[in-house]
């Protein structure tokens, strides 16, 4: 995707339609999800007041990496999930299937906002070897509701 046809996502309106790349997406609308994004806007404009919205962009360069600061053997969240969040990934540790991350492929992610957490608290280290900012953590779901690799 070319950095001028990204698009900011309002904070709170998942269940709007996203713009990536010039083309309508429709996300999959859940209030839960929507609820979890609207919070983690409120944390990242305390974060940080000039936050404006959640990028997609920002999110898939996250979900990608690589990074540096985790585990050697986990420097992105691609390295488990897969480059292709439509697909399922595999823990690098213990082998173990993980449902695909896409909200296209797997309507029930993020609509838990203690299992969202855990997950952020206990993978966030692994990867960046810090603790995930809110907006990193709005920018990953927003990416993971357009279902594009």
């Given at each position: ?9 309002p ?13 309508a997406?429709p996300a ?13 806007a409120a ?5 940080d007041?000039?936050?404006?919205g ?7 360069a996250?979900?990608?990496g ?9 420097p ?11 697909r399922?990934?595999?823990h ?10 896409a909200?296209?492929a797997?309507?029930a992610?993020?609509t838990?906002?203690?299992?969202v ?5 206990r993978d966030?280290p ?19 509701l357009?279902?594009?690799p």
């Open positions: 995707m070319r950095r001028s046809q990204t698009r900011l996502i904070a709170g309106a998942a269940a709007v339609l996203l713009l990536t790349a010039g083309t997406l999959r609308a859940d209030p839960a999800r929507d609820a979890i994004l609207t919070t983690y944390e990242a404009r305390k974060e007041s000039g936050f404006t959640f990028d997609a962009a920002r999110g898939q996250l979900y990608r690589p990074h540096t600061g985790g585990k050697a053997e986990t992105a969240c691609a390295t488990c999930h897969t480059p292709d969040p439509t399922a990934g595999q690098q540790k213990t082998g173990r299937s993980i449902e695909p991350m909200v296209t797997n309507p992610r993020f838990n906002a203690a299992d957490e855990k997950r952020f608290s966030c692994a990867v960046l070897g810090r603790a995930c900012t809110a907006r990193e953590k709005g920018d990953v779901i927003t990416y993971l357009t279902g594009k």
